[in-house]
């Protein structure tokens, strides 16, 4: 049964939520703040229709057929909604690049640019608003501004056509992949043996005290619901050492690429190597690059889905290669029938079921591949101490759900059941 019911949410979300041409992934989180505004009615709607897809599927396939159609068109609805207001309400921080993602308004980037190429963007009108150095991943990139009358996208457009060879992005933004839910009947998890490797975590800043902790937003470091979630998650798993990268801070242009990006490179300077991502965007070539640094420099990085169901375009960084992309299953072991997807997928951890603080210190139900993220972080962490080899201990801990063998709705098994 728990097969066809991860099936069959597959399957209806497929057929019925066709992907629309933007791509950012966050539809229930409110932006900026992680999971602090998420009583918007927009989020509400979008939540309320989360927690009726896995009682539609216990129904049956053809019973449940319009309420599952219901509910995930609601989902895709809440998802172009929030982007597009979050567009409508700051045209002068965000504006759509080339590709039709949100990003920074008026700010290209250009990724390792010799002397000419630079020189030749001045020439076009763009301006150098400085070199970023993320020398602990040995990689450079400039800031450029986008010449008076040029949108974001036309801006890409001329340089791509004018600086053929060069490696051009826009700043896109991330969003986070979780939220409160409305489980009254979920348990805190019990605290786990304690763990001496330490995680990196890139999200909103915690509230709760943590061994590092670093801005790279404006306003950052603030405490959000998000990151304060995601720290609970990892300190009840065990992990003892938390280094927390604040890519949000205040304002809703927070989780760019550049953000992130240097967040990984502050991580990595600080000999952190295992990392957990609970964001999902586009792809970016800019950060595909950090993160491949990153790897090569043997760090584990794990990263979430997405909760913008099967249909929706590949999640990022989960989907670049080497990340360890984790969805979430319920507190039945049912996959979330939100959960995004990746171009691989490696595992599954719980996501629903729980309770995680908020920035308040509360325990609050959470749902989302947000924080099943932090847990496969942790076992990770797990195997760094007992210095055995990754991934092969994962995969010798995962539990087989699903199709026998690995499959694109668990991935190659479920991991911290423990965690409960």
Not at 187 to 201: D, S
Not at 228 to 247: E, Q, T, Y
Request: proline share 8%; aromatic share 2%.
């Amino acid at each position: 049964m728990r097969t066809r019911l991860a099936t069959l949410s597959c399957v209806f979300a497929l057929a019925l939520c066709p992907a629309p041409p933007l791509v950012a992934q966050g539809i229930i989180p409110s932006l900026g703040q992680g999971m602090d505004n998420t009583l918007d009615p927009l989020a509400d709607a979008a939540r309320r229709s989360v927690t009726r897809l896995p009682q539609a599927l216990d129904n049956g396939l053809n019973r449940a057929g319009e309420p599952i159609e219901q509910a995930v068109a609601g989902l895709a609805k809440a998802r172009i909604d929030r982007l597009d207001r979050l567009l409508r309400q700051n045209p002068a921080l965000i504006e759509r690049d080339r590709a039709g993602n949100p990003a920074r308004r008026g700010e290209v980037l250009l990724v390792a640019p010799d002397a000419a190429t630079l020189g030749r963007a001045q020439a076009l009108g763009f301006t150098a608003l400085g070199e970023e150095r993320l020398a602990s991943l040995d990689l450079s990139v400039t800031r450029l501004s986008v010449p008076a009358g040029l949108s974001l996208a036309r801006a890409q457009a001329l340089l791509d056509r004018e600086l053929p060879g060069a490696t051009i992005t826009a700043d896109v933004l991330h969003f986070p992949a979780g939220a409160p839910a409305r489980d009254r009947g979920a348990p805190t998890m019990a605290a786990m043996p304690p763990l001496q490797t330490a995680v990196g975590m890139i999200d909103g800043a915690p509230a709760q005290p943590v061994d590092a902790l670093q801005g790279f937003a404006p306003g950052a470091p603030t405490p959000s619901d998000h990151g304060s979630a995601v720290a609970s998650l990892l300190s009840r798993a065990g992990v003892r050492h938390i280094a927390a990268a604040d890519v949000y801070g205040r304002g809703p242009a927070g989780g760019s690429a550049l953000a992130i990006a240097r967040a990984v490179d502050w991580l990595i300077g600080r000999q952190i190597r295992v990392i957990t991502v609970s964001l999902v965007g586009p792809a970016n070539p800019l950060l595909a690059r950090a993160i491949a640094a990153a790897l090569q420099r043997g760090a584990v990085i794990v990263a979430a889905v997405g909760n913008d169901g099967p249909s929706a375009p590949p999640a990022y960084p989960a989907s670049y290669p080497g990340v360890l992309a984790v969805t979430a299953v319920d507190a039945r072991n049912r996959a979330l029938v939100e959960a995004g997807r990746a171009l691989h997928l490696d595992y599954a951890a719980p996501g629903a079921g729980i309770r995680a603080a908020n920035a308040r210190g509360q325990f609050m139900p959470v749902r989302g591949t947000s924080f099943a993220a932090p847990l496969v972080a942790a076992r990770a962490a797990a195997a760094r101490d007992a210095h055995a080899a990754l991934p092969q201990t994962l995969d010798r801990e995962a539990i087989d759900l699903g199709t026998r063998g690995p499959d694109a709705v668990y991935g190659r098994g479920l991991l911290c059941t423990i965690c409960r």
